[in-house]
């Protein structure tokens, strides 16, 4: 489960402007007036940028990846305000969860098992913000006669193992909201997808790639040739992204509030 911070790069200002507004606001007002919230799969630091603006000057971060090589890039981003902890994600139990007032995410949980959501909803007795979680719908324009099945077999391979157990993949977004909910958490989802235009050709042409190559790996023959045409019309083409925002509060943060 890696991902290049070119990549990474690349596709933060189209989830910034895929976030949901008022999940991400009510996101913020549950991480409490001292915040101390720990990003999980942090990456560069991508979550850190998107809520910086809403919260305190004083928000404690601890930013936690299993990639060394994306938590250095996050720590010459950032500098030395946060805390960047490189651990792996598959020790639920190992998070380091004193005093933490939010724990958040961005797109990790299409990537996870559902085991690991629930080990996780079983441990956490904070709030939980999980953004970007892809939802197995896509749509491009122009149209190709194969856009359907590249969209199937991508999702297929969306549910392989990427190195947390057989992945949700683009069922993510319900299964997650229906674990929390079993598990006592008040839960709400916002559709956040992403819209891109001429204008984000080049994530477009990085972005159809890398589903022409998942579709070609899951079996289907002819991704290569959609790949090839999806790059040639790339700066007049349109792609949307179907992704899922979730906000977890668990009951007893209610009683604190109250």
Known sequence: MGFSSDWLALREPADGAA?????LARAVEAAGPEPV??????????????MADQLPKATQWRLLDGDKTLLNRARHALGAGPDFILQDLSDVGALPLDDVTLVTASALLDL????????????????FYAA???DGA????????NDRDVEAFFNQHQRSDKGLGRALGPDAGPKAAAIFEAAGF?????????????????????????IAAAAAEAGLPDAPKWADIRR???????????????????????QKTS
Request: glycine share 8%.
């Open 37 to 50: 919230i720990l990003d999980l799969g942090c990456g560069t630091g991508s979550t850190t940028r998107a």
């Open 19 to 23: 976030r949901d507004a008022a999940l």
């Open 112 to 127: 996870v098992s559902e085991d690991w959501v629930k080990a996780l909803a079983e441990r956490l007795d904070v709030p």
């Open 232 to 254: 040639k019309t790339a700066d007049q083409g349109r792609t949307r992204v179907g992704h899922i925002d979730l906000l977890a509060l668990p009951h007893t943060w209610f």
């Open 138 to 145: 896509m749509e491009w324009a122009p149209q190709s006669p």
């Open 132 to 134: 970007l979680s892809y």
């Open 186 to 210: 008040d839960v709400t989802v916002a559709q956040s997808p992403w819209e891109l235009g001429p204008d984000m050709a080049a994530l477009q042409s990085l972005l159809n790639d890398g």
